[in-house]
Structures are given as C-alpha cells and as structure tokens.
T-cell receptor, first 114, second 112 residues
Framework: DTGVSQDPRHKITKRGQNVTFRCDPISEHNRLYWYRQTLGQGPEFLTYFQNEAQLEKSRLLSDRFSAERPKGSFSTLEIQRTEQGDSAMYLC????????????FGPGTRLTVL | DQQVKQNSPSLSVQEGRISILNCDYTNSMFDYFLWYKKYPAEGPTFLISISSIKDKNEDGRFTVFLNKSAKHLSLHIVPSQPGDSAVYFCAAKTGANSKLTFGKGITLSVRP
C-alpha cells in the first residue's frame, strides 16, 4: 500500500494559463475524490469517480474545471484559464467501494496563480 | 451554510494532559463522522471515525464521542504529546452521499 500520490506538489502559474494535476489512488480503491482547500477553511468537495464514471460534481466546479479518470485508475484535474481565485490546495482522496467509509488523502497540489 | 462547525479555532494544552476537540453539526442525516489530522503542506491523515449507531469509539490515545441528540462530537487525546500539534478537522457524510463535509479545523498546540 503506497498511499495516494499527487503530482505536482506545487504549481505556480500566470493568470489565464491552463494547469493539469494528477492523482494516483491507492490500488484497488474504486472511488476517487477531488477536494479544494483554501486558507483557513476545511477541504471542500469538488467531484468524485467510481471507477471511470464521474458520479457527482459540486457547484464549485465551474465549467473551467474538468476531471477525468479514463481507465478507472489515475485521475486528472484540469483548470483552464486560471484565475487568482483558483489559488488553493487541491487534494485527492480514495476509498474502497465496500467496507469502511474512510477516505485516504494524498499530499495535495498547491496551486498559486499570479 | 456551515453544516459542520468547529467553533474554537485553536487549543493549547500541556504535554501529558487531555486535549478535547469539539465539533457540532446541523445536518441530522449525517451518519458517519471522521477526524483527520493535518500538518502544514501535507494532506489530511485519517485518525478515527465513528458511525452514528455508536456513541464512542476508541483507538489507542484517541477516543471519539458522539452525542446525536445534541448533534455534537468530540475527540479526546490522552495523553497529549508535542507531536500531536497540528490542525484537526472534523468531517461527516450521509449514507446516501459519498462526499465528506468538513469543518474549518482546530489548531492544537501541545506545549512540552
């Protein structure tokens, strides 16, 4: 069990640029989640996948955001035309489909939009 | 509308003493609760959880108590250690919904 991994750990970009983050869940975890955390707040849900199917999207996920999990393993989160308000920690979590409801988080990707 | 509330932003405790971290919720449909610990620049680490059918769950130095009638849960850490200094998040979910709803977190400082 190697844990949830995310890449990159840090990303600095200029306003208007596109960015893409990757998440590799714990192997055999069917469900994968994306959250966003801003300073002084707890993580906020963005979206989640069961295998390759995207089952729920938050209203926080504007049309500039898109997430995929094409083969039911790793996932990508893309933000187009970044804005300064997108600066945050983007967290990925995974869990088993059956059994415990516990989600296990990765280290996050810190995005800074200049 | 904050459905999970951690009203105290910080707590300072002497090493060896008990730390009590509180959490309140408003959504009566929540049926599973979790506590996570977070260090700066890292992702949240799962600590302990409790189902709504229980009122207590214990794991080593960590105990979570759930009072459904008061919509309140608390995390007890005994004895507190300096390595426990971190931000602690309370989270909850409903059976019908997979996402977690988090509070804003409490910063715990354990003084040597």
């Amino acid at each position: 069990d190697t844990g949830v991994s995310q890449d990159p750990r840090h990303k600095i970009t200029k306003r208007g640029q596109n960015v893409t983050f990757r998440c590799d869940p714990i192997s055999e975890h069917n469900r994968l989640y994306w959250y966003r955390q801003t300073l002084g707040q707890g993580p906020e849900f963005l979206t989640y996948f069961q295998n390759e199917a995207q089952l729920e999207k938050s209203r926080l996920l504007s049309d500039r955001f898109s997430a995929e999990r094409p083969k039911g393993s790793f996932s990508t989160l893309e933000i187009q035309r970044t804005e300064q308000g997108d600066s945050a920690m983007y967290l990925c979590a995974s869990r088993q489909l059956k059994g415990t409801d516990t989600q296990y988080f990765g280290p996050g990707t810190r995005l800074t939009v200049l | 509308d904050q459905q999970v509330k951690q009203n105290s932003p910080s707590l300072s405790v002497q090493e060896g003493r008990i730390s009590i971290l509180n959490c309140d919720y408003t959504n009566s449909m929540f049926d599973y609760f979790l506590w996570y610990k977070k260090y700066p620049a890292e992702g949240p680490t799962f600590l302990i959880s409790i189902s709504s059918i229980k009122d207590k769950n214990e794991d080593g130095r960590f105990t979570v108590f759930l009072n459904k009638s008061a919509k309140h849960l608390s995390l007890h850490i005994v004895p507190s250690q300096p390595g426990d200094s971190a931000v602690y998040f309370c989270a909850a979910k409903t059976g019908a919904n997979s996402k977690l709803t988090f509070g804003k977190g409490i910063t715990l400082s354990v003084r040597p």
